[in-house]
């Protein structure tokens, strides 16, 4: 009866790296998901205590629970007021040209991480998965890699402390004798059991979880962290990556590496509403970072689901229902100012402000952040990306 009732819960929600789903199109339940992946919630002691050891304020996706979950943050904090550094490490699968605000989320974390830490950053495009899960040429996966990257560096990384790389590109040598030591350390089961993999899958597929495991230990970049063995690594990401890493920690005491840490998001919801994440094959679906103003009123406008009311009169005597209304969820995650953003939720819930008007300044606050990614976008050249991927040390990258 149990294994019933826990398959019936399974089959409730899937979240994994390719597939994010609610039962019968509803929202994620993050406290289930929690519990099932067995990751910490953030809790606002530990808010405070990177607010104290960064003497700056946290950012926005700390303040308001986007980044909500997290494994052994604690311990690199611990590691780190005692004067130890760590490193971070991110990466993208390069699935398309244009990423979309759900993809821009974990970078504008990692890029607050970085300064405010003043650590160095790996960041992993994989080209090769991405050839792998959505039957695209290598030429094709690494030229989007490339694009990919240009986005990623108008984010504003300090290329002093920032190294990027593509799969098919770097791994060798030291990187690839971790992944060795690692798939020897997972049995085909066990992948089956935290990826799904079926007999249909090819073997490309079940080899490569390696090959994201092990930028979490040091030793796969040589030319950065030669002799330090002992460092720590930090995981800022999305949560459908947890499995990953669920592995990699498993893994890591086995063949002598700390266990990476995570700090964990929520799903950026569709402009449709919270089933799950945005999908960059419904273009409809997101907001991507090459729109223009006009394609951003317009999806906002036509798109966006809203919690208001059905009629005026029932909107001024009911209030918008805050829970479903997309437009105030954007604008937790953009809206700089936590009093507008108290005053809009207020005046919204209470019937006094208007649908319109909500869409209204989120138009505005996206249009901002878009225009001036563009803008940053469009200065970012091919010998930048060149001097952000090459294979180089980086003497200042703790200074």
Same mark, same amino acid.
């Given at each position: ?47 405070? &205590?990177?607010? &104290? ?13 986007? +980044? +909500? ?28 040209e244009a990423l979309h605000l759900g993809h821009f989320v974990p970078f504008m974390f990692t890029k607050y991480l970085q300064d405010a830490f003043k650590v160095p950053l790996v960041i992993q495009l994989t080209d090769d998965e991405k050839c792998m899960w ?26 002093? &402390? ?36 079926? #007999? ?16 979490? +230990? ?6 950065l962290f030669s002799g330090k063995d002992d460092l720590r690594c930090l995981i800022p990401c999305a949560i459908d990556q947890d499995p990953y890493f669920r592995m990699t920690r498993d893994v890591a005491p086995r063949i002598g590496y700390h266990k990476p ?83 809009? &939720?207020?005046?919204? #819930? ?17 249009t901002e952040l878009v225009e001036r990614h563009q803008r940053a976008r469009a200065a970012v050249t091919d010998e930048m990306v060149d001097a952000f991927m090459a294979v180089r040390p980086l003497p200042n990258m703790f200074n």
């Amino acid at each position: 009866m149990e294994g019933t009732k826990a398959a019936e819960e399974e089959e409730e929600q899937v979240v994994n790296p390719w597939e994010v789903s609610a039962k019968d199109g509803g929202k994620i339940d993050y406290d289930k998901l929690i519990d099932k992946f067995g990751c910490q919630r953030l809790d606002q002691t530990l808010i405070d &205590r990177v607010q &104290r050891l960064t003497s700056r304020p946290p950012h926005v996706f700390l303040r308001r629970g986007v +980044f +909500f979950a997290h494994r052994d943050l604690n311990e690199v904090l611990d590691a780190y007021e005692r004067g130890d550094k760590f490193y971070l490490y991110t990466g993208r699968g390069p699935s398309s040209e244009a990423l979309h605000l759900g993809h821009f989320v974990p970078f504008m974390f990692t890029k607050y991480l970085q300064d405010a830490f003043k650590v160095p950053l790996v960041i992993q495009l994989t080209d090769d998965e991405k050839c792998m899960w959505k039957n695209l040429s290598v030429e094709e996966s690494q030229r989007l890699a490339r694009e990919n990257a240009k986005d990623i560096i108008a984010c504003g990384f300090d290329i002093s &402390r920032t190294f990027i790389f593509s799969d098919f590109d770097y791994v060798g040598g030291a990187f690839y004798k971790n992944m060795v030591k690692v798939g020897k350390c997972v049995t085909y089961n066990k992948v089956v059991g935290i990826f799904g993999f079926t #007999g249909e899958d090819h073997i490309g597929k079940v080899s490569f979880p390696p090959v994201q495991a092990v930028p979490s +230990f040091p030793s796969s970049f040589p030319h950065l962290f030669s002799g330090k063995d002992d460092l720590r690594c930090l995981i800022p990401c999305a949560i459908d990556q947890d499995p990953y890493f669920r592995m990699t920690r498993d893994v890591a005491p086995r063949i002598g590496y700390h266990k990476p840490a995570l700090i964990e998001s929520l799903f950026f919801p569709a402009l449709q509403g919270e089933t799950g994440k945005m999908s960059a094959s419904d273009p409809n679906s997101a907001i991507y970072v090459t729109d223009s103003g006009k394609d951003i009123k317009n999806k906002i406008n036509k798109y966006a689901f809203s919690g208001g009311q059905d009629s005026i009169e029932n909107h001024r005597k009911y209030g918008a229902n805050l829970e479903v209304d997309i437009p105030i969820k954007y604008l937790g995650f953009f809206l700089e100012d936590d009093a507008e953003l108290e005053y809009i &939720r207020t005046e919204y #819930g209470a019937g006094r402000m208007l649908t319109g008007e909500v869409k209204k300044r989120l138009i505005e606050v996206l249009t901002e952040l878009v225009e001036r990614h563009q803008r940053a976008r469009a200065a970012v050249t091919d010998e930048m990306v060149d001097a952000f991927m090459a294979v180089r040390p980086l003497p200042n990258m703790f200074n």
